[in-house]
């Protein structure tokens, strides 16, 4: 495909930048809309997904049939089969008469399903069997229906993963992916965050009646050197609220970080990295405090083992790697070359051994108390838990309580944050 036609494409479908990566995700879109293989568009939230999707419909044959996109995170488990797939009156409480759902009102049509790994497994089955034999059956019915439907999936999270943890189908997923496009995130589109920046506050000056704001060299730098974890949509909200809270019509630096939150830019971590999506669910929020407590549960065995082999140079040691030990009290750790801090490590220094077992020990020819500090599991489970309930609370609060722009802010479901609010017994008040 030339690079005029993807300019075409991008003109008509309102996309901007001119990074490869996005360049080379229009050209397969574009490539495989007038067929009609089924497309799994990967990415993070935020990216863009929803926009690739118009494309492959408006593209098509079908671009005469009806368009839906469907949020499969957004619909109650106990609904979700009656909305795709309709049901007959009395199938269930309410159902007081019989309702079409999306695929038979969209025959001949496209339907888009995002957040498709929030999708059931029940729901999994009946998406599989309209997938391959183009048929479905209404809640509270056996007729079999037929239906012509093109189906077009999103996620943001690793489905290979999610099918290794029992969350996803195996061959749902083989079925989905015949044709993958990755919308690259915004943090990889070089140029293009400054080229957004410009259309979102040059189109919210023009709907207010205001002077559209101009950016210096550094404040475009603090643009290109964010990682933006909401992607496109984050941006448009900074843009906005740039241009309508700043008198000043040139914006620096110093002026932008203001809107640029830091717990984003310091903890979050990264969900894509080199093209390769990975699962992003509730648990690997904690990856880098994961990464960081097992690097210093690492480096306080290696201690210990050298005191054990050292004796008598205790003080010393503990000296070396007294940065393992800041943070424990708000005094500053100060080891002198004759101490050995009880109150940190309780290493019994008397010469009598203690009527009970001393399971602080540091002889290892003492089997009956020496202790093996490997067996922490469970106490790193629980910092772990301890850790993500602060991170959520965090997350809602910086977003007034909302659940929906904190669960984006995290980068995880609204079903997800919603599970995990109930679990902490978190007050949202």
Same mark, same amino acid.
């Given at each position: 495909m030339s690079p005029q036609e993807i300019q075409s494409i991008k003109s008509r479908f309102g996309i901007i930048g001119n990074s490869s990566a996005l360049n080379y995700a229009i050209q397969i879109a574009a490539q495989v809309a007038p067929t009609d293989l089924t497309v799994l568009i990967t990415g993070e939230s935020g990216s863009g997904k929803e926009s690739f999707s118009k494309i492959i419909h408006q593209l098509s044959t079908r671009k005469h049939g009806q368009f839906i996109a469907i949020n499969c995170g957004a619909i109650p488990e106990g609904t979700i089969d009656s909305e795709l797939f309709g049901h007959e009156k009395g199938a269930f409480t309410g159902a007081v008469d019989a309702r079409k759902g999306y695929f038979e009102v969209t025959d001949g049509?496209?339907?888009?399903?995002d957040e498709i790994a929030e999708m059931p497994l029940g729901t999994?089955?009946?998406?599989?069997?309209?997938?391959?034999?183009?048929?479905?059956?209404?809640?509270?019915?056996? +007729?079999?229906?037929?239906?012509d439907v093109r189906v077009v999936a999103a996620t943001n999270v690793?489905?290979? /993963?999610?099918?290794?943890?029992g969350r996803f189908r195996e061959d749902l997923y083989y079925r989905l992916n015949t044709v993958p496009i990755f919308v690259p995130p915004l943090r990889d589109r070089g140029d293009d965050v400054l080229m957004l920046f410009r259309k979102f506050t040059a189109d919210f000056s023009e709907r207010q009646r205001i002077r559209p704001v101009q950016l210096t060299e550094d404040a475009r730098e603090v643009l290109l050197s964010y990682r933006f974890p909401g992607n496109i949509r984050q941006l448009k909200n900074l843009a906005e609220q740039v241009s309508i809270l700043e008198e000043e019509r040139t914006i620096n630096g110093?002026?932008?970080? +203001?809107y640029i939150p830091d717990a984003q830019r310091s903890s979050l971590p990264d969900v894509f990295r080199?093209? /390769?999506s990975q699962d992003f669910n509730e648990r690997e929020l904690l990856y880098k405090v994961l990464f960081d407590l097992k690097r210093d549960v690492t480096e306080l065995k290696k201690l210990f083992v050298e005191m054990a082999q050292n004796g008598a140079g205790d003080g010393e040691i503990l000296r070396q790697h007294a940065n393992l030990f800041q943070g424990v009290t708000d005094e500053p750790v100060n080891f002198s070359e004759n101490h050995t801090p009880t109150r940190y490590l309780p290493v019994s220094t008397t010469a009598t051994p203690p009527a009970t077992p001393n399971v602080f020990s540091l002889d290892p020819s003492n089997d009956s108390s020496f202790v093996d500090v490997t067996d922490e599991s469970e106490d790193e489970s629980l910092s772990l838990e301890k850790k993500e309930k602060?991170?959520?609370?965090?997350?809602?609060r910086k977003n007034g309580n909302k659940r929906k722009n904190a669960a984006?802010?995290?980068g995880i479901s609204e079903r997800t944050l919603y599970r995990k609010i109930k679990q902490y017994e978190i007050d949202e008040e």
């Amino acid at each position: 495909m030339s690079p005029q036609e993807i300019q075409s494409i991008k003109s008509r479908f309102g996309i901007i930048g001119n990074s490869s990566a996005l360049n080379y995700a229009i050209q397969i879109a574009a490539q495989v809309a007038p067929t009609d293989l089924t497309v799994l568009i990967t990415g993070e939230s935020g990216s863009g997904k929803e926009s690739f999707s118009k494309i492959i419909h408006q593209l098509s044959t079908r671009k005469h049939g009806q368009f839906i996109a469907i949020n499969c995170g957004a619909i109650p488990e106990g609904t979700i089969d009656s909305e795709l797939f309709g049901h007959e009156k009395g199938a269930f409480t309410g159902a007081v008469d019989a309702r079409k759902g999306y695929f038979e009102v969209t025959d001949g049509g496209t339907i888009f399903l995002d957040e498709i790994a929030e999708m059931p497994l029940g729901t999994q089955a009946r998406l599989l069997r309209v997938l391959e034999n183009k048929e479905f059956i209404r809640v509270g019915s056996s +007729k079999i229906m037929k239906t012509d439907v093109r189906v077009v999936a999103a996620t943001n999270v690793n489905l290979m /993963q999610a099918v290794e943890k029992g969350r996803f189908r195996e061959d749902l997923y083989y079925r989905l992916n015949t044709v993958p496009i990755f919308v690259p995130p915004l943090r990889d589109r070089g140029d293009d965050v400054l080229m957004l920046f410009r259309k979102f506050t040059a189109d919210f000056s023009e709907r207010q009646r205001i002077r559209p704001v101009q950016l210096t060299e550094d404040a475009r730098e603090v643009l290109l050197s964010y990682r933006f974890p909401g992607n496109i949509r984050q941006l448009k909200n900074l843009a906005e609220q740039v241009s309508i809270l700043e008198e000043e019509r040139t914006i620096n630096g110093r002026s932008l970080l +203001k809107y640029i939150p830091d717990a984003q830019r310091s903890s979050l971590p990264d969900v894509f990295r080199d093209g /390769q999506s990975q699962d992003f669910n509730e648990r690997e929020l904690l990856y880098k405090v994961l990464f960081d407590l097992k690097r210093d549960v690492t480096e306080l065995k290696k201690l210990f083992v050298e005191m054990a082999q050292n004796g008598a140079g205790d003080g010393e040691i503990l000296r070396q790697h007294a940065n393992l030990f800041q943070g424990v009290t708000d005094e500053p750790v100060n080891f002198s070359e004759n101490h050995t801090p009880t109150r940190y490590l309780p290493v019994s220094t008397t010469a009598t051994p203690p009527a009970t077992p001393n399971v602080f020990s540091l002889d290892p020819s003492n089997d009956s108390s020496f202790v093996d500090v490997t067996d922490e599991s469970e106490d790193e489970s629980l910092s772990l838990e301890k850790k993500e309930k602060e991170m959520i609370i965090k997350a809602l609060r910086k977003n007034g309580n909302k659940r929906k722009n904190a669960a984006q802010a995290l980068g995880i479901s609204e079903r997800t944050l919603y599970r995990k609010i109930k679990q902490y017994e978190i007050d949202e008040e």
